[in-house]
């Protein structure tokens, strides 16, 4: 193959890594699973989700708790009536070697420290 071509396949294959990092945003888990949620008081309404322990966008401590169900759109967990959207408008841009995977519906810090940046494309 010609130099060229191989750059080319290089610069493609980058770019599509690109796309799909940036179009993350959903927590996969599943009933029993132990998560991090917001409380969601009257004044923080950021669903802010993750899988290691930390802040919300609102400063609050994210409550320890567990999925008791989860559906295509939906994740209920057993410290909150209603459910949370289980893809963030913003997710962790911290990289693929944190484990913290926070999503939320506002911008800000995740609970790892990094900022959140926004999900783009689907």
Partial sequence: MSRR????I???LSLSGLSFAETK???DVKVGDEIYACSMSEE???DTLAMKPGNCKCG???IKTTVIGVDDNTIYVASR???FKRVGKYTCAC????????????PGKCVCGAE???????
Avoid: F, N
């Fill in 25 to 27: 945003g959903k927590i």
């Fill in 44 to 46: 923080c309404a950021c």
């Fill in 10 to 12: 290089i610069l493609l």
């Fill in 60 to 62: 609050k401590e994210l």
């Fill in 95 to 106: 990289g693929e070697l944190c484990h913290c995977r926070t999503i939320g519906q506002k």
């Fill in 81 to 83: 009536g209603k459910g």
């Fill in 5 to 8: 071509l191989i750059l080319t």
């Fill in 116 to 122: 959140m940046k926004e999900v783009r494309g689907d």
